[in-house]
């Protein structure tokens, strides 16, 4: 059984800088895909970005650029580094891991079947 625990939310700025953190526990490395989600309120919840087993990154449009998806090597914490940060981007951050994705798609949030509680992010 795989649990997830955020960190690293909070307050910022406009144009600041987050880096979100993702302690991951239990379960096997071996094909599992973690991913970067987010719900601000009154929306649907949107992948933002996704690393593989292998350590293929993708982003959402909408993050492009601006927030990088990383492990550390013993694939026991996911981060998602953030810059440039916008008001749009005020949601619940929730980590996310799945085993065989295979070819569906990495943002898709549906995909996965673990899920952290989330952490909050506020740019204003």
């Known amino acids: 059984h795989v649990q997830l625990v955020e960190s690293g939310g909070g307050s910022v700025l406009p144009g600041g800088d987050l880096k979100l953190s993702c302690t991951v526990s239990?379960?096997?490395?071996?094909?599992?895909?973690m991913a970067w989600s987010r719900q601000a309120p009154g929306k649907e919840r949107e992948g933002v970005a996704a690393?593989?087993?292998?350590?293929?990154?993708t982003y959402a449009d909408a993050v492009q650029g601006r927030f990088y998806i990383s492990q550390d090597i013993t694939k026991t914490t996911l981060f998602l580094q953030m810059f440039s940060l916008t008001p749009d981007d005020t949601a619940m951050y929730y980590c996310?891991?799945?085993?065989?994705?295979?070819?569906?798609?990495?943002?898709?949030?549906?995909?996965?079947?673990?899920w952290g509680q989330g952490t909050q992010v506020t740019v204003s």
């Open positions: 996310a891991a799945t085993y065989g994705l295979g070819t569906r798609d990495p943002l898709s949030w549906v995909h996965y079947q673990y």
């Open positions: 239990g379960g096997l490395t071996w094909d599992r895909h």
């Open positions: 690393i593989d087993a292998g350590g293929g990154v």
